[in-house]
């Protein structure tokens, strides 16, 4: 399998990013595709068809959207254990999701920093990013999670029970900016460190450094 | 069938995976069978490993990561020394999966 120099992340359908011309270079890439970015391999679309690069579909997204029908032209099936193996060999890794996008330089061990800032419209969006954490932890990276503003949204309601193992069994710190949220630090679940990303952190919060590898869901 | 007026209980209903479609239909002896039916025999370790699944499902609403069984197995002393090779013996079969079946909870599902 060839190493990947540049890594996309794609998990929304309705965003086309300019990635294509930006690997324009590059020795090899890898597209990976999660949650609903999985449909650009179901489609026309551009971004799913890529010639020159190595496109792989999430099989659980995909699963739950297409059922047992074969991705379209040369994306495989793959797992976000792949994913995670092949961006640690990456230098680096752009992410295109509901929250935004992210492109960030890496390297071998760096810190991975799984970036939540959308509030789930549904179950599906709540449980793929939940998912995605899981992965990491369950291939036990060095890696945080932030939930930003509307992002918090994950961790209340449905959404706190799955959330809550990672605080329970230590599987990867939870970390909340609640600044642009309109709800408050006593809606999170007990363990998950409130504090502002990229300033200074105030005396009694957490201290969140900028410096990791962002994967901006 | 029938005995004296009593009637055997209907067959709790399976998912399309095999696994129990209510978790509430679970019962001691439904895994029992089951796992006779499915030719394994349920030692201590297999018991404590399908209440454990089941337990952090009940709480989180999916199954425990493979890790996380391990971590627990270690500390409950069940297993002292355990590691993805003991879950691997238990249940040879992507262990974790093959637990939730008899653990009366759905099949994990996602690719983890």
Known sequence: MPVPHYIALVRDFRVEPAWPTQ????????????????????????????????IVVCETSWRRR???????????????????????????????GLGGTSAT??????????????????????????????????????????FTGPGCEHLTATGARGWQQFLDHDLLPLMADVAEWRGGPDRLPAGVKIGRFDTPASPGSAVLPADRTILRL | METAGFVDPPEPRLDNDGHLA??????????????????????????????FVRDHYLAYGM?????????????????EAASSRTLYRLFPDRPIRQACRYAGVPAPESCI
């Open chain 1, 23 to 54: 690997t324009a270079g590059a020795e090899t890439s890898l597209l990976f595709l999660h949650a609903d970015g999985v449909l650009h391999a179901a489609s026309e679309s551009a971004i799913g068809h890529l010639g020159d690069v190595e």
């Open chain 1, 66 to 96: 297409m059922g047992s029908a074969a991705p379209a032209g040369h994306a495989r099936r793959g797992t976000l254990v792949e994913f995670f193996d092949r961006l640690d060999r990456a230098a680096c890794v752009h992410c295109v």
């Open chain 1, 105 to 146: 330089r890496h390297s071998p061990g760096m810190r991975l920093c799984i970036e939540i800032g959308f509030a789930p419209a549904d179950d599906c969006q709540r449980r793929e990013a939940l998912e995605f954490a899981l992965a990491a932890a369950a291939l036990e990276l060095d890696a945080e999670v932030r």
């Open chain 2, 22 to 51: 209510d978790a509430a239909d679970w019962t001691r002896d439904w895994a029992e069978q089951t796992a006779r039916r499915d030719g394994v025999e349920l030692t201590d370790l297999h018991w404590w490993l399908i209440g």
């Open chain 2, 63 to 79: 199954p425990p990561l493979m890790r996380v069984a391990i971590k627990a197995m270690r500390e409950a002393g069940v297993a």
